[in-house]
């Protein structure tokens, strides 16, 4: 059996297509669209091979409402050069579904927001432009709730899902507009301080540091998951707090003692130091590390993050980036002394990681 990830160049975002390859059939998995014409392109001419191929995409899984997630699925979707009709199942928790399946009262319009990178130019997409207006039309649409606890297969492949689970949903659907009024202004709000990096600082200095966790509570609802088969695991951590996948790993049996073999993990939005926490680390034994971000927001990737996978795995990592423009954050000398090895996925343009 054969198992890749292609990592597309999201530009701050993430977008990531899964094939698993056995002696009598493909599955392909698409997760996020991420933003930025290169990516759209990419994520186009996958199509077109694939349709060549007679193959079909058979589960599309975005992971939460945030723009560097949605914006190219909703391009994606309105692109009729695209056959969209490939695709066989997608999985996304709209604020709509959440109403419809946790609330007495149905909120029939919780339209999703989609802005500009320029913060002057906000822009909500209109009624039947919206992701859930796109995927009511195709019938693809798993209209159920994703969360903590449950088991999807796919013939020999196991989903297992990890976040997020129903209290944060409960909470995402009380809170909804309160939050996405939140969401709009960190995203149209200028901050000098958020495009500060770490990466001056060293791994060692870095793992002194206390973790704060991440409040976003959208980034709260992201689907992470464990993907199983006979011989491998691949765990994707969309924009996951680590409180929840902790509480999902060890309600699996995982523990300190008891650790999680994974042969690759994405880390958790793009590499934040609030969304990959020691207790996390913990319970994890991996060696190969996906990060998906230019670094053109917030500093991500955070060095800290990335520092505490280092101590804590305690032998060689490889990290894999889908920029060079990452080479900034370790130095020569740092990787030698810590055994790390930098890939940079888009020097031979393929952003395939093998499994």
Known sequence: MYNSIKVFPAANGDSFLIRIKDETSIKNIIIDGGKGELCHQMLKNEFEQLE???????????????????????????????????????????????????????????????????????????????????????????????????????????????????????????????ELKKLLMERLRKKKMSSKTDYHKTINELCTEDFEEDTSLFNKSSIAFLLEDKNYRLLMLGDSHPSIIVNSLRNLGYSDENKLQVDILKISHHASKKNTSPDLLKIIDCEKFIVSSDGSKHGLPNKQSLSRIVKSMGKPVTFYFNYSSMKKIFSPEECKEHNITCVYLDRDNDYTVGG
């Open 52 to 178: 060549g191929q007679t193959q079909r995409i058979n589960l599309l899984i975005v992971t939460h409402i945030d723009d560097d997630h949605i914006a190219g699925i909703i391009k994606l979707y309105k692109d009729k050069k695209i056959n969209t009709s490939i695709i066989d199942k997608v999985w996304f928790n709209s604020g709509t579904l959440i109403s419809s399946k946790l609330s007495e009262d149905e909120v029939s319009n919780r339209d999703i927001p989609i802005l500009s990178d320029d913060p002057s130019r906000k822009m909500s997409v209109r009624q039947g432009e919206t992701l859930e207006g796109i995927l009511e039309e195709t019938g693809a649409w798993h209209k159920e709730l994703i969360s903590t606890g449950q088991l999807h297969n796919f013939d020999e492949i196991t989903l297992r899902i990890l976040s997020p689970d129903i209290e944060t949903l409960k909470e995402l659907n009380k809170k909804w507009d309160s």
